[in-house]
């Protein structure tokens, strides 16, 4: 499986401010996914990162507060814009690659506190 | 629409004990299932999963799960547990064709957090 790493691995930000959220891979992946994981709870799918392209979002979520970028095969970004404290999450992102697009690979998650 | 029950949220065994975690889903058609893990502080690491085939799966770290069509459910086991096994588990089922690029769109359970005692 692909290496995926996260960039931060944590951050405690005020109220009001942005973050801005990389997904690195080590190799080329077909899907990027971003995932928000709320204190306590499961995981809820933000949006896929389509290369190319604009992301796809989940009910719920929208390119103000959540705009996403992948700009190639092995990287993308999440941004949490304008945040409250309801944005302090886990946020992961996952790949799915090869003829194996139907398994996702995790990453290991960037902790967000908002104050 | 999918979903995934676990339905218990705490569990705590003996190091060496067995282990057994529940889940069930609801899902129209052949499901795609997972087990993954999430140790304190990790990301998720994937356990096993079933699309197809012989309904006992095998994973890592001495994991393996049963799906029964039946009863839609996809428990997963272990025959002994060790200390390292404390952490989160997160049952999820996948739907594959909801991208166009493929892939699946994966609907997680709850989880249940294992405690392991020495």
């Known amino acids: 499986s692909a290496v995926i790493s996260q960039k931060p691995s944590r951050d405690i930000c005020q109220r009001g401010t942005s973050l801005t959220i990389q997904c690195q891979v080590d190799?080329?992946?077909?899907?990027m996914f971003w995932y928000r994981q709320q204190p306590g709870q499961s995981l809820t799918l933000i949006a896929t990162?389509?290369?190319?392209?604009?992301?796809?979002?989940e009910s719920g979520f929208v390119i103000d507060k959540f705009p996403i970028s992948r700009p190639n095969l092995t990287f993308s970004t999440l941004t949490v814009s304008n945040m409250s404290p309801e944005d302090s999450s886990i946020y992961l992102c996952?790949?799915?690659?090869?003829?194996?697009?139907?398994?996702?690979?995790f990453g290991p998650g960037t902790r967000l506190t908002v104050l | 629409a999918q979903s995934v029950t676990q339905p218990d949220i705490h569990i705590t065994v003996s190091e060496g004990a067995s282990l057994e975690l529940r889940c069930n889903y609801s899902?129209?058609?052949?499901?795609?299932l997972f087990w993954y893990v999430q140790s304190p502080g990790q990301g998720l690491q994937l356990l096993l999963k079933?699309?197809?085939?012989?309904?006992l799966v095998q994973g890592i770290k001495g994991f393996e799960a049963e799906f029964k069509r039946s009863q839609s459910s996809f428990n997963l086991r272990k025959p002994s547990v060790h200390w390292s096994d404390a952490a989160e588990y997160f049952c999820?089922?996948?739907?594959?064709?909801?991208?166009?690029?493929?892939?699946?769109?994966?609907?997680f359970g709850t989880g249940t957090q294992l405690k392991v005692e020495l």
């Open positions: 899902y129209g058609a052949t499901p795609y």
């Open positions: 190799s080329q992946v077909t899907m």
């Open positions: 999820a089922v996948g739907d594959l064709g909801l991208y166009t690029g493929g892939g699946n769109k994966l609907t």
């Open positions: 079933y699309f197809s085939g012989d309904t």
């Open positions: 996952s790949v799915a690659t090869g003829t194996s697009t139907d398994t996702q690979y």
């Open positions: 990162a389509n290369q190319g392209s604009e992301a796809t979002y």
